[in-house]
């Protein structure tokens, strides 16, 4: 059984896979705060909720875009699994070209997203990602990384707001039921998820017309679902497009991992 960890500003998600088939998956607060012997024990929780052994687990790769947190993860996955775990960054087999001015400035997360879309759909995507940052990356016809945009998340918009205006309350973010809206947290409601939702729009629409070819639109992140409804531009909705990136990216370099492991 293959662990994938994917390490967020926000979240932790983590997913169990059989082959490539996702048997368990989970989301946990990200804490720079947690010890990694702290998150190996909410980590066996998890697992034995769910009938699941940390024997059961053969090897453990992980995707981060918050690095004081990998050091304590590798000790972790040593200490609690016995295992080296194999970390997405440079020296990593990817299987596409990035076209980027400097490939080690690409997040781990983008890496495993382009590796995951192109597997299950092809290429021609954009991949928007709704998470702290919005990152919207383009994958070329033969699953290279062309490059993308990278945007505030709706929720840092939201947050941001509520922090600078005095007077505006910290709100839940959903759609309103209309755009004229005659109360402020439905106004505020309406302001930040319509003006998110304009701003994918909008920079998809620019992406596809530098692009000069029809493209598939992918969106994942927690409130990918929300966003989708009211975009126009926005074609599949795929929760676990990072989490299937990295059990892809894993099947590339499992050998890499054997070699480490068995150095060990």
Known sequence: MLLVLDIGNSNIALGTYEGKHLVRHW??????????????????ELFAYHGIAMTDIQAIIISS????LVVPMVKMCERYFGIHPLLVGPGLKTGFRLHYDNPRAVGADRIANVAGAYEQYGGNLIVIDIGTATTYDVVGENGDFLGGVIAPGIGTTADALFRTAAQLPRIELV???QIICRNTVAGMQAGIIYGFVGQVD???????????????????????????QASKTIDRIDHFLTLTGLQVLYERNKDKFAERNARA
């Open 27 to 44: 989301r946990v607060s990200t804490d720079q705060q947690k010890t990694g012997d702290e998150y190996g024990m909410l980590f066996n």
């Open 65 to 68: 875009v918050v690095p004081p």
């Open 175 to 177: 759609p309103p039921k």
């Open 202 to 228: 909008a920079i998809v629409r620019r992406i596809q017309e530098e692009y000069g070819k029809p493209m598939h639109v992918i969106a994942t992140g927690g409130l990918a679902r929300m966003v989708a």
